[in-house]
């Protein structure tokens, strides 16, 4: 029903910037509630960043002052701006959505549905 497809990570150097991309497709994007996950070596995966349907955002506050997520409904398209990147940053990067009949921001890995397959990003020191 829905395809997520994430793309842009990559090894930086700590302080450097990269910017995440997910293509969506399937139902309506506008009706989507997103968000980004991410499972770093040795840990369970964990919320990043979500983003409403009328684009209300949340971070986690490790990432809150240094992260941007983003929406493009026109072209489905979800993205996230990372900037003064660490190297406990370094984590396999996915995007996530769910069909909502209401705007809302999603926290918890349960109540999403869709996933991308996952973007590396490897920060070093």
């Known amino acids: 029903q829905v395809r997520l497809v994430e793309s842009g990570g990559g090894l930086v150097q700590a302080g450097g910037s990269l910017t995440l991309s997910c293509a969506a497709s399937g139902r309506t994007f506008s009706n989507y509630v997103l968000g980004w996950f991410r499972r770093a070596p040795g840990k369970e995966r964990e919320f990043v960043a979500g983003?409403?349907?009328?684009?209300?955002?949340d971070y986690i506050g490790s990432v809150r002052d240094r992260f941007t997520i983003s929406r493009d409904n026109a072209r489905k398209m979800l993205k996230l701006q990372m900037n003064s990147l660490k190297p406990e940053d370094t984590a396999v990067y996915y995007c996530?959505?769910?069909?909502?009949?209401?705007?809302?921001?999603?926290?918890?890995?349960?109540?999403?549905?869709?996933w991308g397959q996952g973007t590396q990003v490897t920060v070093s020191s």
């Open positions: 983003i409403s349907w009328s684009g209300e955002t």
């Open positions: 996530a959505a769910v069909y909502e009949t209401r705007t809302r921001i999603l926290r918890t890995e349960s109540e999403y549905e869709y």
